[in-house]
C-alpha cells in the first residue's frame, strides 16, 4: 500500500540550492499545496542561479493517474528556470524509467535522475 505522500522545501541561499523531499503519494489536494509553496519559494530567489534538488528516495513507483500530475509539475520546475534538477531517488529501474520519460516528454534537457 502506498504511503500517504508529504514534502518540504527549503532554500538554501549558501549553496544556492532549493531542497525539496518528497514522501509517498499525493493527493490531488497535496499537489495543489506543494505547488503553493513551492511557488511561494522559488519567488524569493532567481532560480537561474539556483539547482533544484528533488529528494524523492522515498517517492513510489507512479501510477498511471499520477503520471500526467507529475508531468505538469517537472514542467513547472522547468518553468522556473532552474540551472539543474537532480532528483534523487532509490535504485527502482522502473521509477528511472519513468522519470526520464517525463523529462524526454517536456523537453526538460538540464534534469538527471540519480540513484542511490
Do not use: C, H, W
Not at 522545501?9 to 489536494?29: M, Q, R, S, Y
Not at 528511472?96 to 524526454?104: D, E, G, H, S, V
Amino acid at each position: 500500500m502506498a504511503k500517504e505522500g508529504s514534502f518540504s522545501i527549503k532554500v538554501n541561499k549558501a549553496t544556492k540550492t532549493i531542497d525539496l523531499v518528497v514522501v509517498g503519494t499525493f493527493t490531488p489536494e497535496q499537489v495543489q499545496e506543494f505547488v503553493a509553496d513551492y511557488s511561494a519559494k522559488v519567488k524569493s530567489i532567481d532560480p537561474k542561479e539556483y539547482t533544484l534538488n528533488a529528494d524523492s528516495t522515498d517517492m513510489d513507483v507512479l501510477t498511471q493517474e499520477m503520471v500526467p500530475a507529475m508531468e505538469n509539475t517537472i514542467r513547472m520546475y522547468q518553468q522556473s528556470g532552474f540551472q539543474k534538477l537532480v532528483v534523487t531517488i532509490k535504485k527502482s529501474p522502473i521509477l528511472k524509467m519513468q522519470l526520464n520519460r517525463i523529462f524526454k516528454n517536456t523537453n526538460f534537457t538540464n534534469a538527471e535522475v540519480k540513484e542511490i
